[in-house]
């Protein structure tokens, strides 16, 4: 028992040698040295930016988002159910498959008022033209 | 295998029949948002009459599930069954009392001004919503279901405070409520959890039994019981969880503001008591964590609670004094209410440790005397408020002159909340306080004569600026059907001051 | 060698709390504090699976259940306090919890 966890110290030390060895030690040695500001820069991938990254998002990726979030978590309480469903629907028939069948029929709902509301559309009409106004995921407290 | 899924079978068969009030809420609350989406046409108010219609069809399956004694949605262990939910007595008055608060808030919503042109589908959807919630928090015997319960309610009450987009305060108000109400639950679930590792379930019945044979120490306890705690309190808006009360009261819609601070506290209180019951065993000989000395105490209870409520009471009529926003004002009131009431549900856990048991009927009471007197305070408040404009104090001046009859229900609820005769207040407040000096909390109950004392400042204050300020603004129509929804709610908050015994009897039905 | 047992989960379980009491108290951005709390909430999620795991009587999976209803309800309820700060944040320009108390007087 002892000694193979000593294997498994003894390939962990190997390895790391192994790298630092290469990585700094022979590199220093092999590699030619050619100063060039280009090189000395921080490695970016892509095009050089355009003004700053810190820019504020459109307040619409979080409106997406947030329906994301409710309709993702969903799963949680479908695996349980799929894990269970051999052995479920075996010994009680249709009995499991229509318990879960309501639970995503008032899911729907929820999807259903997300889209008539049109928060899944990019350009949402804004208040004035739709009656009456909610706070976009109402649903949230309804789907689950 | 084959015998457990018929057991789950069966189980889930008995329990939805014994549900039919809840599953009538949850298919409310659907068919309100597809009326809200699909009838595009219809008049504004077509939402408030399903609602209303939805409400009824519920307090009539509730009024049919009088008198059951079921626990549903269980499971079978080798020593009995256990459950989620129970249907009783006790389930039963406090779900009774939560539709009836949802359902004068309908016509206190369609009167709301910021209300009264839009469909609203989605308001009311809310409300069967936080409804359905606080119905499982009443009758929950299980800590997952009483925490989804308030999970439930909460999550509606806050997108119901902050339903007006446009309005500032409103969204300031459901900002605090969402941002405190979080940080309780999850508070109270990590006590949850550390109760479950002491006593190995979550169904009420099971811990009683783990903590009879001392699962626990007593210092393990009080940290879980402590963090439980603060998750109701919470919901009761009752010391140390008070904070967001005057913002959330002040920021949301009159209607919103009535209906939490009586279904909302009231179901909060009834979950509490259902998990109480759990610390305190049935039978009268349970002790714990007092060493050789037996002491026939419920592990300091009484004193936890009650010193939450003499904090509640004391923050509350401190805090009111200086008020000059008639809603934030209230909510401080609420708070101390929420005190008066913590007290009774001290005096029942100290009652508990006594052979004698525990006794709810002062709860009951002054809780059917609260639902009438803030209801109707929070009614004249809306109808006041839609009319003029009024927010402020100053602005109810006059009020005897312009709006008799409104100023004359309010006049009766201050002084109702206040406990003076001849009102439901206080009576109910005449049995709490006996009740506490009958259990040896004598010093609660001075408190609380003190407390009431000082509230006595600021509910004369808003009754001095409607009977002796002066005001030229002209007399404020209310409508019949307000002077209706104002008499039915005010009307009894005297009867329950005059004629008291037949309540007070009735009240001694609905404990455990 | 080191047996992984109840304590280690609770130490982990106590520590993830007390940072998101810690977080919780000390900022004042609204996004943060909800930040704090998924931390609490994780702490007793954690807590329901150990005791689960060592504490409960055999068969029942009643810790487990418990955490998957905090992962749902931490989600929904990071769900409306996101759609109630950005309804806020439209008007005020600010999540800071601090700023949002214009009704005290």
Redesign the interface.
Known sequence: MDFQYANVLFGLLFGAGFVVLNVSIVNRILAPKVIDPEKTTTYECGEPTIGSAWVRFD?RF??VA?VF??F???V??LF?WAAAYD??T???GL?AFV?VLLFLV?LG?GY??VW??GDLDWVKAT?AQT?????????????? | ??NS??T??KV?AEGMSGLLPELLLAAL??VL??A???LRGVKPRATAWIAVVGFVACGAALVQRYGAHAEIFGWVQSDGPRGMLLNDHFAWFFQMFVLAAALVCVPMAMDHAAFRS?????FY??LA?ATLGMFLMASSTNLLMAYLGIE?AS??SY?AT??D?RDRAGSEGGLKYVIYGSVASGVMIYGISLLYGMTGSMHYGDIARALQVHAATEGQLMIAAVLIFAGFAYKMAAFPMHFWCPDVYQGAPTPVTAFLSVASKAAGFAAFVRFLAAFTAHDGTFFIGFGDEKVPASFGWPVIIGGAAALSMTVGNLGALWQTNVKRLLAYSSIAQAGYLLMAVAVYAAGKGQPSGGDLAPLIYYFVAYFFMNLGAFHVITVIGSRTGATSVADFAGLGRRAPWMAFGLGLCLLSLLGMPPTGGFVGKLQLLSAAVKHDLLWLAILAGINTAISAFYYFKLLKCMYLDRSDAGVIRSGAANMAVLAVLVAPVLILGLAFSPIADLSRGFGF | MLEVSLQHYLLVAALLFAAGVGVIISRRNAIAVLCGVELILNAAALNFVAFNRYAAPAGRLDGQ?FT?FI???A??E???A???L??LF?QTNTVDVDEADTMKE
Request: hydrophobic share 60%; proline share 1%.
């Open positions: 307040m979080y409106t947030l979030l409710v993702e978590v969903e949680a309480l349980p052995t479920l075996q010994a009680g009995f318990e008032i709902l259903v008022y008539r509301k208040d009656s009456n106004e909610t706070v976009g995921v109402d649903n949230a407290a309804n789907g689950n | 295998m084959q899924i018929d789950a079978r889930v609350v659907c948002l597809l809200d989406l699909f839009r469909r609203m589908g989605e959807a809310l919503a439930f999550m509606a997108l902050a339903i987009k | 259940v998957i992962i749902i309800l989600a929904a990071a769900a409306i996101l759609a109630i950005l309804n439209q």
